[in-house]
């Protein structure tokens, strides 16, 4: 018995039709392995990363986790930074949440989900942080929405304070941090205005990007 048979029709389908267009697709992409680009996503499988940047394999290396956290004692998370940036000598991280997160959403209420809510003390951290800029807002919904963006500026902070990216910025590689957020209910990405590119930034970059988010209200 073959389980799942309609994802093998689909691969298939898929393989055929990247063949029909471009016989040497498959031969470029087994080769090597040179993205330009480190996503660190929500696992959420409404956010696929190739599809909504219009990106092929091969072109984004990919770290996906509950509510895309980037934390110290992530020894996955940091393994994939490091390949990522010593390896693969990739250009941009992007630190890309989403509008809706469910994640999100169960730190913001308080609600408890098993074992995940140890993970998700990390977005209660952020939360903490910020209280009186949620507290400012009038609806669970509101506040919902600006807890994930506020995530994102956090983790992209959190990023530029591993030694990965510090060490790599003090050798003089050129590795640029992002902070993005996905609308689910319109398909577009937003800049959060959180882009790093050297540590002497980082503290007003910061302040900046949550004056904007503040004044969004």
Not at 5 to 12: D, E, I
Not at 34 to 41: D, Q, V
Not at 115 to 127: A, F, G, S, Y
Not at 129 to 134: D, M, P, Q, V
Request: glycine share 6%.
């Amino acid at each position: 018995m073959k389980y799942l048979p309609q994802l093998f029709a689909n691969n298939r389908e898929w393989a055929e039709k990247m063949t029909a267009q471009d016989p040497e697709f498959f031969r470029r992409l087994a080769a090597i392995q040179s993205p330009e680009y480190l996503w660190i996503g929500c696992s959420d499988s409404r956010v696929p990363a190739n599809q909504i940047t219009g990106l092929n394999p091969g072109e984004v290396f990919v770290h996906r986790n509950i509510a895309n956290i980037v934390v110290a004692d992530d020894t996955n998370c940091l393994a994939v930074i490091q390949f990522a940036v010593d390896v693969l000598k990739v250009k941009h991280i992007i630190v890309c949440g989403h509008y809706g997160c469910g994640g999100v959403k169960s730190a913001l209420l308080d609600e408890s989900l098993g074992i995940v809510d140890e993970w998700l003390v990390h977005i209660k951290k952020v939360q903490s942080n910020h209280l009186a800029t949620l507290n400012e807002l009038p609806t669970v919904a509101q506040r919902w929405s600006r807890l994930c963006e506020l995530n994102i500026i956090e983790q992209v902070v959190n990023i530029c304070d591993t030694s990965i990216i510090r060490d790599a910025w003090s050798r003089g590689q050129e590795i640029d941090i992002h902070g993005w957020i996905y609308d689910l209910h319109d398909g577009l990405l937003r800049d959060l205005e959180v882009s790093l590119d050297r540590p002497e930034r980082l503290k007003q970059v910061y302040a900046e990007a949550l004056d904007k988010i503040r004044s969004s209200t």
